[in-house]
């Protein structure tokens, strides 16, 4: 006889198979990246380099372009199985409730975290930042706000899903709570990049990580009660 997976285990399951739809079609990723790219370019050439530095343009620049193409592919996360009711499958499954979301959670932190993997680069090859150090000092402050633009914006995708409106509903509700994401991700980038002492930065990236464990937790708390009929 079977056991039922744990919920890390059933997480996993779940956060792979997402995956390997994605890889497959690659529609959503594709999408989301000529999105990303696209803005970053537009923000270049509208940018008046006698007016604002590049170290103090860039960092906004690119955490307000990661917002709305995340918003993209989030939108995917619940939308994927709406066609074939695959979600009911998932739900009379013998795994806690708890289980779909952090496997959706986890595919989505995978999923933006690729885009973001080719974002900053390309922001630092367009407004000419040392490319080294830009890797290295955003590289941590994009996993913290990865996690935390994925643990609100999967239950808000959760919840619009199976709206009329689901592309209007789910930025009216998540762009609220990306706020703290988006100015704490962008002070700590300036600080960095600007060469200036990590203690100065370590307020704002202390903010993204109470605000990653206090809604991932919450937010994989309040999952099961936005399924329910």
């Given at each position: 006889?079977?056991?039922?997976?744990?919920?890390?285990?059933?997480?996993?399951?779940?956060?792979?198979?997402?995956?390997?739809?994605?890889?497959?079609?690659?529609?959503?990723?594709?999408?989301?990246?000529?999105?990303?790219?696209?803005?970053?370019?537009?923000?270049?050439?509208?940018?008046?380099?006698?007016?604002?530095?590049?170290?103090?343009?860039?960092?906004?620049?690119?955490?307000?372009?990661?917002?709305?193409?995340?918003?993209?592919?989030?939108?995917?996360?619940?939308?994927?199985?709406?066609?074939?009711?695959?979600?009911?499958?998932?739900?009379?499954?013998?795994?806690?409730?708890?289980?779909?979301?952090?496997g959706k959670a986890l595919?989505?932190?995978?999923?933006?975290?690729?885009?973001?993997?080719?974002?900053?680069?390309?922001?630092?090859?367009?407004?000419?930042?040392?490319?080294?150090?830009?890797i290295l000092m955003l590289?941590?402050?994009?996993?913290?706000?990865?996690?935390?633009?994925?643990?609100?914006?999967?239950?808000?995708?959760?919840?619009?899903?199976?709206?009329?409106?689901?592309?209007?509903?789910?930025?009216?509700?998540?762009?609220?709570?990306?706020?703290?994401?988006?100015?704490?991700?962008?002070?700590?980038?300036?600080?960095?990049?600007?060469?200036?002492?990590?203690?100065?930065?370590?307020?704002?990236?202390?903010?993204?990580a109470a605000f990653d464990?206090?809604?991932?937790?919450?937010?994989?708390?309040?999952?099961?009660?936005?399924?329910?009929?």
């Amino acid at each position: 006889m079977h056991r039922a997976p744990g919920t890390l285990h059933a997480a996993l399951i779940i956060a792979r198979k997402d995956l390997a739809i994605e890889l497959r079609t690659r529609s959503a990723f594709l999408s989301v990246l000529v999105f990303t790219l696209l803005a970053l370019v537009t923000f270049f050439f509208a940018w008046d380099q006698t007016a604002v530095s590049a170290v103090d343009l860039a960092p906004g620049v690119l955490w307000v372009t990661f917002t709305f193409a995340g918003l993209l592919g989030l939108h995917r996360s619940f939308g994927v199985e709406s066609p074939d009711r695959a979600i009911d499958a998932l739900l009379v499954a013998p795994i806690e409730r708890e289980a779909i979301y952090l496997g959706k959670a986890l595919a989505n932190v995978a999923f933006v975290s690729a885009v973001l993997a080719i974002a900053i680069p390309a922001l630092a090859l367009f407004y000419n930042l040392p490319f080294g150090r830009t890797i290295l000092m955003l590289g941590p402050v994009a996993v913290l706000a990865a996690i935390g633009l994925v643990a609100v914006g999967t239950l808000f995708s959760a919840m619009a899903v199976n709206t009329r409106l689901s592309e209007l509903l789910l930025p009216m509700l998540s762009l609220p709570f990306f706020v703290p994401v988006v100015m704490a991700s962008a002070q700590a980038s300036t600080r960095l990049l600007a060469g200036r002492p990590l203690e100065e930065a370590m307020p704002w990236l202390r903010l993204l990580a109470a605000f990653d464990i206090i809604f991932v937790v919450a937010c994989t708390m309040a999952y099961p009660f936005t399924i329910e009929e």
